[in-house]
Nanobody, 131 residues
Framework: QVQLVESGGGLVQAGVSLRLSCAAS????????MGWFRQAPGKDREFVAA????????YYEDSVKGRFTISRASANKTMYLQMNSLKPEDTAVYYC????????????????????????WGQGTQVTVSS
């Protein structure tokens, strides 16, 4: 079992940067692969980025490539999402998610982007980008 707590959201203007954090309670942080998803009002929760257990492999949704960077730090059991050049269309509740690394070892590239593959979720943090 792992508990996830997001932080770092807020109301910002377009073009600025924001960094989200996701603190994990896992006994062994590297036993989990992790990801960020987001959900805008009236829309489904969508994939944003994902990272392997030791951070060597990352995946990004096309609209955030080059602007967002996912990372993780085992020392403090925290995953990050650095968001630069924010746009109004980035407005959403951002959720962090985790899955057991043993399950993820068989994942395809599509699986990494699939909400249902992740077993653990945080409560979400709101990001609002004004134009």
């Amino acid at each position: 079992q792992v508990q996830l707590v997001e932080s770092g959201g807020g109301l910002v203007q377009a073009g600025v940067s924001l960094r989200l954090s996701c603190a994990a309670s896992a006994r062994t942080f590297t036993n989990y692969v992790m990801g960020w998803f987001r959900q805008a009002p009236g829309k489904d929760r969508e994939f944003v980025a994902a990272i392997s257990s030791f951070g060597r492999i990352t995946y990004y949704e096309d609209s955030v490539k080059g602007r967002f960077t996912i990372s993780r730090a085992s020392a403090n059991k925290t995953m990050y999402l650095q968001m630069n050049s924010l746009k109004p269309e980035d407005t959403a509740v951002y959720y962090c998610a985790a899955a057991d690394v043993r399950s993820a070892s068989q994942w395809s590239a599509t699986d990494w982007r699939t909400r249902g593959k992740y077993d653990y979720w945080g409560q979400g943090t709101q990001v609002t980008v004004s134009s």
